[in-house]
């Protein structure tokens, strides 16, 4: 899964570190979401969404394998 959220968070000049604390979740967690590594909860993709004013579709990209 691809997402556009260091994208959107660099555009709004927001911090890994403000995005995580605004979320509940680590920085680490943040990064590993912008690298792809991590695929988050539908709970944390929705707060994502929702902090971007964004539908969870319009943040991730779902691809089929």
């Known amino acids: 899964m691809r997402n ?4 959107l968070r660099r555009a709004r000049g927001v911090r890994q ?3 995580a604390r605004a979320m509940g979740v680590s920085r680490q967690t943040i990064s590993s ?3 792809g590594r991590y695929n988050p909860s ?3 993709a929705h707060k994502i ?3 971007f004013g964004m539908t ?3 943040v991730f ?3 089929e394998e």
């Open 17 to 19: 570190e403000e995005l």
């Open 61 to 63: 990209v779902f691809e």
């Open 49 to 51: 969404a929702r902090y």
């Open 33 to 35: 979401l912008e690298n």
């Open 4 to 7: 556009k959220i260091e994208v």
């Open 42 to 44: 539908i709970m944390l």
């Open 56 to 58: 969870i579709e319009e």
